[in-house]
């Protein structure tokens, strides 16, 4: 019964040639259809990921999150119902829209729009990006992140925790409250932030190469005005990653080097360090907490946290063993641990 990963996201948007280009030629997704209302844009081997529609508002529409098969489906919707939830049989239409075998439409306690499906269709062809690209790392972990954000934090955590059985993997209380949530090997699938309002913060989408990261950073200096979080490494999840504003003006994140848990065993726990090892200067703070914020990572430095990097076979080549130094140093850590 239990959900597996993020596995599509929708977006609202009043102008489609907008997403077109930032879509395309800034994150490297493929255009795979485009109509005078919605274009839907890949990632990988699914037929679709992002599904962006002509609406006369601005942000996500609804979240898909991905089932086993269709018994899964349905004991869900059952599970759901004996607790009071609203659910919705997904048409034969929007199943095929959807380019799933079958779904299920239901709501959080705030309102945000939940499908729950099975079985994605898979592309015959092999996936090509906008730009140059080595590609989006996806899989069983699904297409990255949401992290939404909440009028009360605690009015909205139990829905996901105690009916859709989402696990805590870490939290916040600190410089504001923020809980992360794992399905998966993925350290987070979701998050809310306690902002004071309903709403989202940002979508995160992993790339397989860190200069594609950089790459895409060079695109956003040619227009600063996209930046809406500098270059930097988080504590928790240990991506580096930026954040530009997207067409629909909530934040997309595009990150590399995520770190995997193994869920069985995880343990939560709360960070104090702040969100950031270094960087992720937050535009949008406000003087004072932007400087607060900047203390928090000088902390971290001036505490000596350091974390190695979280790569994938393939993306990494090891550094010639020429540093006596470093070897004593990481020999005496490996006998302390």
Not at 249 to 254: G, K, M, N, S, V
Not at 301 to 309: E, H, K, M, Q, T
Request: hydrophobic fraction near 40%; glycine fraction near 10%; charge should be negative.
């Amino acid at each position: 019964m239990g959900l597996d990963a993020l596995g599509y996201v929708g977006i609202r948007t009043k102008n489609l040639d907008d997403w077109t280009a930032y879509g395309t030629r800034f994150l490297g997704m493929q255009l795979v259809d485009k109509s005078r209302g919605t274009l839907a844009l890949r990632m990988d081997d699914r037929k679709q990921r992002v599904i962006i529609h002509s609406d006369e508002a601005e942000g996500p529409s609804f979240y898909g999150w991905e089932l086993a098969d269709a018994g899964a489906l349905d004991a869900l919707a059952a599970h759901l119902e004996s607790n009071g939830v609203k659910v919705a049989r997904g048409s034969r239409a929007l199943a095929d829209e959807r380019r799933v075998k079958d779904l299920i439409v239901f709501a959080d306690p705030i309102g945000n729009r939940l499908e729950a499906f099975h079985s994605a269709e898979i592309a015959t062809d092999a996936f090509k990006p906008g730009r140059s690209i080595s590609g989006f790392r996806t899989g069983p972990l699904g297409m990255g992140h949401a992290v939404l954000t909440a009028e009360r934090v605690e009015a909205v955590l139990p829905f996901y925790t105690e009916i859709l059985n989402f696990k805590l993997t870490d939290y916040f209380t600190k410089p504001s409250s923020a809980y992360f949530f794992h399905l998966n090997p993925r350290h987070h699938s979701l998050a809310f932030i306690g902002s004071g309002k309903n709403g989202i913060h940002h979508l995160m989408v992993e790339l397989c190469y860190l200069d594609d990261v950089g790459q895409g950073y060079d695109i956003a200096l040619r227009k600063p005005e996209m930046i809406g979080t500098t270059l930097g490494r988080h504590v928790n999840d240990n991506v580096t990653s930026f954040y530009s504003w997207s067409p629909s003006q909530f934040l997309f994140e595009y990150g590399w080097g995520g770190r995997t848990i193994d869920p069985p065993t995880w343990t939560p726990e709360e960070r104090t360090e702040g969100p950031s090892l270094w960087g992720h200067d937050r535009k949008w703070l406000s003087p004072e907490a932007l400087e607060q914020s900047r203390d928090l990572r000088a902390k971290v430095a001036s505490d000596g946290i350091r974390v190695p990097l979280n790569v994938m076979d393939g993306n990494y080549l090891r550094a010639a063993d020429v540093c006596p130094w470093w070897n004593a140093n990481v020999a005496a850590t490996r006998k302390a641990g």
